[in-house]
């Protein structure tokens, strides 16, 4: 993975104005709030993709963790508060225990800010072993992804 990451039809994505709680001193976005928008965009993704149960339900009601195990991620311009930016999610691959999404943030004016490729892996959260993707999940990201290619 190269960090280049294009995505002219990412699987799923939101626009969000950049806050000043999500800036430093310097008035540009604090590195780790990035990690924090990718991970309610991938909430917000879940919620719609399973809307009876939503990510809350899958974490907090069948205990299917999803932990980072790989994060690669290149910062390429700056986001400074007030910004609209796309937040964009593409799934790269989708295999038995895991899954790999590429991110990217994208400024109003096309440019491209951050970038990042993650590894996630399914997990039971009582024996914090790797399991399977249960086959509801599976099936709704296959859907997600083919609805996106469309």
Same mark, same amino acid.
Request: charge should be negative.
């Given at each position: ?6 995505m002219a039809?990412?699987?799923?994505r939101r #626009?969000h104005?950049i806050h ?7 008035g540009i976005?604090?590195y780790?709030q ?6 309610d965009l991938?909430e917000s993704?879940?919620d719609?993709?399973?809307?009876e149960?939503?990510? @809350?339900?899958v974490?907090g009601g069948?205990?299917?963790?999803m932990?980072?195990?790989r ?6 311009a700056?986001?400074k508060?007030? *910004?609209?930016?796309w ?6 691959r989708?295999?038995? #225990?895991s899954?790999?999404l590429a ?8 440019v491209l800010r951050?970038a990042? @490729?993650?590894?996630i ?5 009582d024996? @914090?072993?790797s399991?399977?993707?249960?086959? *509801?999940?599976?099936?709704a ?10």
């Amino acid at each position: 993975m190269n960090g280049d990451i294009r995505m002219a039809m990412p699987t799923y994505r939101r #626009k969000h104005k950049i806050h000043f709680s999500e800036c430093d001193p310097a008035g540009i976005v604090f590195y780790p709030q990035y990690f924090v928008l990718f991970n309610d965009l991938i909430e917000s993704w879940f919620d719609e993709m399973l809307p009876e149960e939503g990510y @809350h339900g899958v974490i907090g009601g069948r205990r299917v963790g999803m932990p980072t195990v790989r994060l690669e991620v290149d910062f390429k311009a700056v986001s400074k508060m007030g *910004d609209e930016v796309w937040l964009a999610i593409d799934v790269e691959r989708l295999g038995e #225990k895991s899954l790999t999404l590429a991110w990217a943030c994208t400024g109003a004016d096309g440019v491209l800010r951050m970038a990042a @490729h993650q590894t996630i892996v399914t997990t039971s959260l009582d024996t @914090h072993q790797s399991i399977g993707i249960p086959d *509801d999940i599976r099936v709704a990201i296959e859907n997600a992804i083919a609805a996106a290619r469309e």
